[in-house]
T-cell receptor, first 114, second 117 residues
Framework: KNQVEQSPQSLIILEGKNCTLQ??????????LRWYKQDTGRGPVSLTI?????NTKSNGRYTATLDADTKQSSLHITASQLSDSASYIC?????????????FGKGTTLSVSS | ETGVTQTPRHLVMGMTNKKSLKCEQH?????MYWYKQSAKKPLELMFV???????ENNSVPSRFSPECPNSSHLFLHLHTLQPEDSALYLC????????????????FGPGTRLTVL
């Protein structure tokens, strides 16, 4: 069954600290993996996209990694800021004869406190 | 901000009411989507439209009725809803019908927070 599991469900950190969010997936055939950030009261916004051959991709203080062998991805946030408080959603896309489908994780809720 | 707008932002309705959600995208995309987001659940795809034609109906109850008059506008007509339909309803658009290609994938609107009493 195609699934995306994210951990932890929620996380609280102090401003300035680093954190890592995890995404494990059992999606096949794999096409790509995206991390979205969803601020309260807004829709999700794409942070990074990673394909099968990419191991690491950065977007400012956000760095995503992908291990296609173990089917794991992580999103590392460096020097967190209050504005990083949001829900982070991992989305894996598959592509087969039927077309494309997106498999969403439940998200990790990050709270950054001062 | 993202080029996708949704109205209203909040909606409270009784189970016997009829209401409509509106979505408009200013990005020139050809594909539009309705998603349902409930607490502690993954986003659920409801409907997909590509070039105004519905290409996917993800077993959604008939009390939800989508309408896509053109590639820029998408509606979700609601009638005789149940309390369990209370959720955030997100509209999205994308360049491609799968929403996977391109740097930004899906572009989401801010959502309509729906409460069914």
């Amino acid at each position: 069954k195609n699934q995306v599991e994210q951990s932890p469900q929620s996380l609280i950190i102090l401003e300035g600290k680093n954190c890592t969010l995890q995404c494990n997936y059992t999606v096949s055939p794999f096409s790509n993996l995206r991390w979205y950030k969803q601020d309260t009261g807004r829709g999700p916004v794409s942070l990074t996209i990673m394909t099968f051959s990419e191991n690491t991709k950065s977007n400012g203080r956000y760095t995503a990694t992908l291990d296609a062998d173990t089917k794991q991805s992580s999103l590392h946030i460096t020097a967190s800021q209050l504005s990083d408080s949001a829900s982070y959603i991992c989305v894996v896309s598959l592509y087969n004869q039927a077309g494309t489908a997106l498999i969403f994780g439940k998200g990790t809720t990050l709270s950054v406190s001062s | 901000e993202t080029g996708v707008t949704q109205t209203p932002r909040h909606l409270v309705m009784g189970m016997t009411n009829k209401k409509s959600l509106k979505c408009e995208q200013h990005l020139g995309h050809n594909a539009m989507y309705w998603y349902k987001q409930s607490a502690k659940k993954p986003l659920e795809l409801m409907f997909v439209y590509n070039f105004k034609e519905q290409t996917e109906n993800n077993s959604v109850p008939s009390r939800f009725s989508p309408e896509c008059p053109n590639s820029s506008h998408l509606f979700l007509h609601l009638h005789t809803l149940q309390p369990e339909d209370s959720a955030l309803y997100l509209c999205a658009s994308s360049q491609d019908p799968g929403g996977t290609s391109g740097r930004s994938g899906l572009f989401f609107g801010p959502g309509t927070r729906l409460t069914v009493l």
